[in-house]
């Protein structure tokens, strides 16, 4: 059996294998090209949409790493400007610190500064309590001694004073005044009696009065006079009579004394030359002393003796009270400056800049601590 076959066109001869094979090999080339043209697609599409999940994925990594690199960034600028605000605080802190310990050194010194202060101040109120404790017991105990020296202060100044007179104590004991003061003249005649009792008490008591009238009358003295650092109402200016005795201060007594005593010796000069016919001139003599006139004189004397001692005394107070509070103000700046100086020095050291005009004191504080 033939596997020929004659073409119709060109009348070749062809065998039927080659014949199928041409007709059947487009086809078949064609359906493998289709196939494998379509597993090709098919495998290049799988592959591309593996690609494209691959590029999303590696898209959505780098994004992510994108926003993780921004994260990080966002990260590192936030910790440069924590780490700047940071540095701002602790610069803050420690300038707030500093402040701190300084103003704590200061208030520290100023404050054990106060409390020297204050212990100083106790000190002297204590001593002043002390002093004023002693006095008001001294006073008390001493009294007696204090007017036995006023006493003898006014015996020599009245002997002093008048050496032609005779001036003597009376005893202890005796009854009488303090002093008898007897007025004599040139030539020794008698010319008159001063009876002085001299007070130095706290309180002005009238009893005094009434004992030295009665002494008056016991010795036939011509004259009471009570002498008193404490006055009465009517003798407030210096002197003055109560009951018709003489009171004055110790300052306006020699002054008094010489007035009495010239008209005593003057009412004796003219009871020698009248020799008796005038036998009331003891009580001229008197009413002289108690006179408006008498009064006008040693009142005048006492005006210009209280005017000139008042004015030294306001001069002196007031510029003693200046000195003196200005000198307590400085004193107190300067101390306390040094003490201040001297605590921070201590607490601090040799840092801190010697103060002009504090060197000495300084030197003396740290020779003190060593």
Known sequence: MTN?????????????????RGEIEPEIKKQVETELRKELNEK??????DLKKQVAEKDKKVAEFRDQVLSIREEKRKIEEEKKELKLEVARQLDEGRKKIEESILKQAAEEHRMKDLEKEKKISDMEKLVEELKRKA???????????????????????????????VGKGVRGADIRHIVRTQLGNVCGVILWESKRTKAWANDWVVKLKDDLRAEKANIPIIVSSILPDEAKTGFGYVQGVLVCSFPLAISIAELIRQRLTDVARERYIAQNKDKGKADLLYEYVTSHE??????????????????????????????????????????ST?????????????????????????GEEESSQM
Not at 4 to 9: A, D, L, V
Not at 158 to 165: A, Q, R, T
């Open 4 to 20: 020929t076959i004659i073409c119709p066109h060109c009348h070749t001869s062809i065998e039927i294998t080659q014949a199928l």
């Open 44 to 49: 290049n599409s799988l592959e591309m949409e």
């Open 139 to 169: 006073s008390q105990g001493s009294q007696q001694l204090q007017g036995e020296v006023q006493e003898l202060d006014l015996e020599e100044s009245l002997k002093m004073m008048f050496p032609g007179d005779t001036v003597e104590p």
């Open 294 to 335: 008498f009064r006008q004189h040693v009142e005048a004397l006492v005006e210009i003796y209280q005017d000139m001692h008042g004015q030294i005394l306001k001069e002196r107070a007031a510029f003693e009270k200046i000195w003196k509070t200005r000198e307590a103000q400085v004193t107190k700046m300067f101390t």
């Open 338 to 362: 040094a003490g201040i100086i001297g605590g921070m020095r201590g607490r601090i050291g040799q840092s801190l800049p010697q103060m002009k005009g504090l060197e000495l004191l300084e």
